[in-house]
């Protein structure tokens, strides 16, 4: 802020040579014309009248109360003279005083400008440095969302082979079960053949028909409610994985909301602070 300078001008408050030509016009110059004529018109001393003689006193009289006034004019003038000198003394302290004072608050203003030019660099510096640390902790935090949802896919894969190596295996489990028994059985029916064969070979052949019949029933049954069992288990993975993937992609959405609002409202908080810093540094009356 730029302070405006005092013009020294003074104005006398009293102008010598004007009180000096009033003095001197209130003077009666008449008596010392009347002195030079008097003295060209000279009459002898022993000429003089008692008329004159009184006349010669008052013109001397009045020289002496002119003199007199004159020279207390002159006391008057210097008197006067020696007021302004010191009236202009004191007026030029007055403003030497007026100068260092405001000088003295000009160096406060520039000292607070500077204050506050460091004061605004520091809260520059420190809304940088919490933004670069809100950049982090997101990234860090995106990082551990991806690695997480990587360790639930290969979690869900894992348990999906894992489910379909198991079922696999329980299918061959059976397949072997139902060939072992059935091996025994024909086993048993060829004994029971070699030793029925020639009286029982009919009645053999029909319970062989109905046997296997009833054999092949049981293994449809059995297959059918296997691939139903099977049908179901896939059904319920299905669903837990589109569940999961359903609430991971609500998560992620909301998060990435939450994350956008925050990038807004910093972006808004910073621009609030630079037009209010703008609006600090054009108008310096502002700061104080």
């Known amino acids: 802020m730029k302070l405006k300078k005092i013009k020294k001008k003074f104005v006398p408050q009293i102008n010598i040579k004007k009180l000096t030509r009033k003095i001197k016009s209130n003077l009666d110059l008449s008596l010392l014309t009347s002195k030079k004529n008097k003295k060209k018109n000279k009459i002898p001393k022993n000429t003089k009248t008692l008329a004159q ?3 010669k006193k008052k013109q001397r009289e009045e020289i002496l109360k002119l ?10 003038i210097i008197k006067a003279r020696n007021q302004e000198r010191q009236r202009l003394k004191d ?20 000292i607070a400008d500077q204050k506050l030019r460091e004061q605004a660099e520091q809260r520059l510096q420190d809304q940088e440095q919490r933004k670069k ?34 079922i696999r295996d329980e299918e061959q489990r059976i397949r072997d079960l139902e060939e072992r028994k059935r091996l025994e059985a024909d ?28 054999e092949q029933k049981i293994k449809d049954e059995e297959k059918k409610i296997k ?15 589109k569940e999961w993937e359903i609430k991971f992609d609500e998560t992620r959405k909301r998060r990435e909301e939450e994350q956008f609002l925050m990038e807004e409202r910093l972006k808004e908080k910073e621009e609030e602070r630079r037009r209010k810093l703008d609006i600090d540094f054009k108008d310096p009356t502002k700061i104080n």
């Open 53 to 55: 003689i009184k006349v």
């Open 67 to 76: 003199k007199k006034r004159e020279k207390h004019a002159k006391a008057q």
């Open 91 to 110: 007026e030029e302290l007055k403003i030497k005083k007026q100068e260092l004072k405001l000088k003295a608050e000009e160096l406060k203003l520039k």
């Open 133 to 166: 640390n809100e950049e982090k902790r997101m990234r860090l935090e995106q990082k551990r969302l991806r690695d997480e949802e990587k360790r639930i896919r290969e979690a869900s894969e894992k348990r999906i082979r894992d489910e379909e190596q198991r």
């Open 187 to 214: 086993q048993r029916i060829k004994d029971e053949e070699q030793r029925k064969r020639d009286d029982e070979r009919r009645k053999i052949d029909e319970e062989e028909r109905k046997k296997l019949e009833a």
């Open 227 to 241: 691939e139903e069992e099977i049908r179901k288990i896939n059904e319920i993975e299905l669903q837990k994985i």
